[in-house]
């Protein structure tokens, strides 16, 4: 939606700009990517300049945002893509679940802080605390002395 909303003003921009007046000029949205054309290399680095402009003003992060080279044709036409990234990689998501943590025995838990043990013992601060936490992987909140499970794992 907030693509959309960038695109829109950025084709608005585009039809008011005085340097693109008489040019065939174009941006297009189709699903997660940007098409760019335009006459000239200088062109398209303008259009590319507003897009990311309109992208950014939109609060849309520039790391989800892919710029492909411009394609310029020997006739001087020139096109650009810009891919819009949605979610996290395959490659990303098994290095993310594939994570262990590890915490030593020694924690200094505060309340309100979110704690992490795992294997069959439980830090001393939790333990001295109280003995509701359970003897596998899980996170804990320390809340006013006691522990509360969050999430098992």
Same mark, same amino acid.
């Given at each position: 939606? !907030?693509?959309?909303?960038? +695109?829109?003003?950025?084709k608005?921009?585009?039809?008011?700009?005085?340097?693109?007046?008489?040019? /065939?000029?174009?941006?297009?949205?189709?699903?997660?990517?940007?098409?760019?054309?335009?006459?000239?290399?200088? /062109?398209?680095?303008?259009?590319?300049?507003?897009?990311?402009?309109?992208?950014?003003?939109?609060?849309?992060?520039? /790391?989800?945002?892919?710029?492909?080279?411009?394609?310029?044709s %020997?006739?001087?036409?020139?096109?650009?893509?810009?891919?819009?990234?949605?979610?996290?990689?395959?490659?990303?998501?098994?290095?993310?679940?594939?994570f262990?943590? +590890?915490?030593?025995? !020694?924690? !200094?838990?505060?309340?309100?802080?979110?704690?992490?043990?795992?294997?069959?013992?439980? %830090?001393?601060?939790?333990a001295?605390?109280?003995? *509701? *936490?359970?003897?596998?992987?899980?996170?804990?909140?320390?809340v006013?002395?006691?522990?509360?499970?969050?999430?098992?794992?």
């Amino acid at each position: 939606m !907030e693509i959309e909303n960038a +695109v829109n003003q950025a084709k608005k921009e585009l039809a008011n700009r005085f340097d693109f007046k008489g040019s /065939k000029a174009e941006i297009t949205l189709e699903k997660s990517e940007i098409k760019l054309t335009a006459e000239d290399q200088f /062109k398209i680095n303008t259009l590319m300049e507003i897009v990311i402009g309109k992208l950014s003003k939109r609060n849309i992060s520039m /790391k989800s945002v892919e710029k492909a080279e411009p394609d310029i044709s %020997p006739l001087g036409h020139a096109r650009q893509s810009i891919k819009i990234k949605q979610g996290i990689e395959t490659a990303v998501a098994k290095e993310i679940t594939g994570f262990k943590p +590890v915490v030593t025995d !020694e924690l !200094e838990a505060s309340e309100g802080a979110i704690v992490l043990f795992c294997d069959t013992r439980a %830090p001393t601060s939790i333990a001295s605390i109280g003995n *509701c *936490c359970s003897k596998r992987s899980a996170y804990i909140r320390i809340v006013r002395g006691c522990c509360c499970t969050l999430s098992g794992g």
